[in-house]
DNA sequence: AATGAATGAGTTTTCATTCAT
DNA sequence: TATGAATGAAAACTCATTCAT
C-alpha cells in the first residue's frame, strides 16, 4: 500500500469525524429533545404527535430518544413534568407572605394569568393527560413531591382577609385557587373556537387584557363582605 | 284522491317502519356511527381515534363511515355540529326571558354547569378543535349558522340588573358568559390532574355539588353593585 | 287528512317519477357505460381504471355495469371489441381493391396513421391487454370472427405491384403490415416520452403532418424494386 | 502510518465484506428493491403493481420501499431512470463513428432491436409513462440529463451517406430515428396482440429472426437514393 | 331496469420501536 | 453517545362486487 493511499485513508477517516461532529454533549441532547418534544405534543397531542418529527426538530437520531427516555410515553411525562416544574418555580417566586390580603390575591390571579399567557402550550398538553385519568401524572414520583403551595397559602390569606373584615366568609380555598385557574384556563385553551363562535378574534392583546382586567375584577368582587 | 291511495301510501309508510328487520336503514346507521364517533372522539381524540374501532362500536361496516361522512375528519366535524346543537337546543329551552334578573343569571350558571356535567365528552371533544385552531368549526356552515342567543341574552339581564340597582356596573357580557362557561369547564376538563395534584376525588358527586354551589356563588357575589 | 296534504303527497310523489327520470332505456344506459368506459380505461388503464367513476361518468348506477356486463374484465373486453370493430369497419370503408398499386398501398398507410390520429385510445387501450398476454382477445369469440382483410390484401397488392415492376420482391406481406402500424403506432403511443426527451412538443398538428409524410415517404422508397 | 494500522484498516474492510452475513447492507438492499419493482411494474403496470409484492419479492420489509425511495411514484421513477439509463450505456457502445454510412445505420437499426428483444420489460414500463403524459420523465433532473446521442449521430450518418451517394436526401433524422425505434417496439410490444389476430405466435426465435431481417431491409431500402 | 346501502378484502402509507454498527 | 437500517403492526382509505328494494 502506498503512502498515497494512506493518506487518502486517514483523511476519509478524519473526514468522517470532522463532517459529523457527533458533538457527544448528553446534556444538551437531552434539552434538545426535551425542547422539540414539548412543542410536537403541544401541537399535535399525546397521539398525534411522531416520534420522528420530534428527533427532526431536535436535529437529532431518532433513537437518543429511546436511549434518554425509554418510550413516546415517558417523553410525554418527561415534558409534563417539566412544564409543572415551570409552574411551580413561578408560583414559589411570587412571595405573597408580606403582601396585604386584597394585594396578595390580586398577584395570584395576575400571576396566574400572565404565565398562562407566556405558556399557553400548558394547556394544551395537559388536555390529552386529563382526557387520559392523568395516568402519567399518578404514576409520577417526580410530581407527587411537587405539591403547589398555593392552596394552603390561599387559605391562610382567606383567613387574614376575612379577619380584616375585607373578604367575606364561606369561600373554599380549593375551589377559589380552582376558579382562578379555570377563569384564565378556559379562555386561553378554548380561544380557536370562541373566537369563531363570537366572530371576534380573542387572540389579540387587546382582548387578553380586557380579559385579564374582567378576571382579575371578578374575583375581587366576588371576595368582598 | 280515493282512499284506495290513502291505504296504500300509509302502508308503505307503515311497511318501513314496521315489517322490515330493518337490515338497511340508513337513518339508523348514520346515528349508530355518529353515536359511536362520539365515544370514540372523546375517549382517544381525534388523532387517537380510530376508524376501525368507530365502525366496530357502531356495529356496521367500516366502509360506510366513508359512505356517509367522506373521511375522518368530515365525521369529526359532524360530532362536533351535534355536540353544539345539543348546547343551543339546551340554550334555548333555558327561558331566562320572563324572570327576574338574579333567578335568571343563576339559572344560566346552573344551566351551564349542569349541561357540562351531564355531557362531560364535550370538553374532551372541544380540545382537540382548539389545538387545532377551530379550523373544523370554522369551515362549519351548520355552526356558523348556530349562534347563541345567550351573550345577548346575558347583556340584556346584566341592564336590567343594573336598572333595578341589584347588579354593578361596567361587567362586559362577553366575558361574563366565557367566565361562567369557564369556571365549569375547567373544573369537568382537568378533573383528573386536579384530582391527583390535590390527592382529593373531585369527581364524586359531593364534590360536584361543592362545586356547582361555590361557582353559582362566586359570579353572584361579584356582580353585587 | 285534508285535501292540503293529499296534494302535496301527490305531488311529491310524481316529483320523484319527474325529477328522476329512470329513463329505462336499456340502449341508451349500455351505450352511456361503453363510452364513460372506453375513456376511463383509456386514461386509467384496466387497472388504474374505477368502475365508481365510469357509472359517475356515464351518469348512471354502478350497479348497472354488472347488471350489462358482469364485472370490469368483461366491460374492458367489451370496449376492446368496440374499438377493434372500428378499425376493421375503417378498413372495409378503404376500398383498395380498384386502385393501382402504388395508390393502394398509400391509401393504407394514410388512413392507417389517420385512424390512429383519429382514436388515440385505441393504442392505450391496447396496452394492457399486451401486458396481460392478449387474454381479453384471446378469449373473445367476437374477435376472432373479426378477421382483418389488410393482411390478404395487402398480399395482393404486392403481388400485383411486383406484376407490374414497381415494388420489389421479397418483402413480406404479414410484416409490411405490423410495419405499417408500428411506424405510427409507436408515435402516438410515445409521443409524451418522445418529446420530453427531444424537448419538442410532438403532439402539436404541424409535427403531425411531418411525421404521416415520413411515414408514407419510408414505406413507399422502401418497396421500390 | 504503522504497520498495525495498517493491518486494523485492512481487517475493518474485511470485516465489512467477508465476515458478515450481511444482514445490514443499504446498497444491497436498495438494488434488490429497484429489480423486485421493476419485475412487478412491468408484469403489472404502474397502478396494476402492489408495494407489498415488490418487497416480497425483493425479500425486504415493506417499509423499506419508503425508507429508500418515499413512495410508490418515485419508486418507478427509479425504475424508468435505470432503463433509460441502460438505453443510453448500450448507445454508446455502439460506436458508429468509424462505420462507412451503411453499415452504420444498419448496426443501429440492429441494435435497437437486439436491446428491445433483451429488455422486453423497457417498452411495458414506458406504457403508463405515456399513458399518464410523461410526467415522471418531465420531473426528473437525471433523465433531463440523459440526452441520446444518437439524433445527431443519424444526423451526421445521413449527412456523409448522401455525400457519399448512397443515401436520398429528405429524411428527416429524428424522424428516422422514432421509425427505426418504432418498427420494433410495435413489434414487441404487441406481440400478444398480433399473435391473436393473426393465429400465428409471433413470439418465436424464428419469428423475431424473420423480423429483424425485415426491418433491416425495410429501412435500409427506403434509404437507397 | 334502476338505485343506493352494505360488504370484505385489499392497498398505500405511517409509526413506534429495535437492531447492528 | 450516536447513527441509520430494519421491522411488524396498524392506520386511513379504496375498490370491486353483492344485497335489498
Redesign the pocket.
Known amino acids: 500500500m502506498s503512502t498515497v493511499w494512506l493518506e487518502m485513508l486517514k483523511r476519509s477517516v478524519k473526514r468522517q469525524k470532522d463532517i459529523?461532529p457527533?458533538?457527544?454533549?448528553?446534556v444538551a441532547?437531552r434539552r434538545k429533545l426535551l425542547t422539540a418534544a414539548r412543542r410536537e405534543f403541544a401541537q399535535n397531542g399525546l397521539a398525534g404527535?411522531?416520534?420522528?418529527e420530534i428527533a427532526a426538530r431536535a436535529g437529532?437520531?431518532?433513537?437518543?430518544?429511546?436511549?434518554y427516555f425509554g418510550?413516546?410515553?415517558a417523553l410525554y411525562l418527561a415534558v409534563l413534568e417539566w412544564v409543572y416544574e415551570e409552574i411551580r418555580t413561578q408560583e414559589r417566586k411570587l412571595n405573597l407572605e408580606g403582601l396585604p390580603p386584597e394585594r396578595a390575591i390580586k398577584a395570584l390571579i395576575e400571576a396566574s394569568f400572565d404565565h398562562l399567557a407566556a405558556h399557553p402550550d400548558f394547556i394544551v398538553l395537559l388536555n390529552d393527560e386529563n382526557r387520559g385519568g392523568a395516568r402519567h401524572v399518578r404514576g409520577s414520583r417526580k410530581l407527587e413531591a411537587m405539591h403547589s403551595p398555593l392552596v394552603s397559602m390561599v387559605s391562610k390569606i382567606l383567613g387574614e382577609g376575612i379577619r380584616a373584615g375585607i373578604f367575606r366568609r364561606g369561600v373554599n380555598p380549593v375551589h377559589l385557587y380552582i376558579s382562578i385557574a379555570g377563569l384564565s384556563y378556559f379562555f386561553f385553551s378554548n380561544t380557536p373556537t370562541l373566537s369563531a363562535i363570537f366572530g371576534r378574534d380573542l387572540s389579540s392583546p387587546a382582548e387578553k387584557r380586557a380579559r385579564r382586567k374582567h378576571v382579575v375584577d371578578l374575583v375581587m368582587q366576588s371576595l368582598r363582605p
Open positions: 459529523k457527533q458533538r457527544r454533549d448528553p441532547t404527535a411522531r416520534v420522528d437529532v437520531n431518532k433513537q437518543l430518544v429511546y436511549h418510550d413516546k410515553d
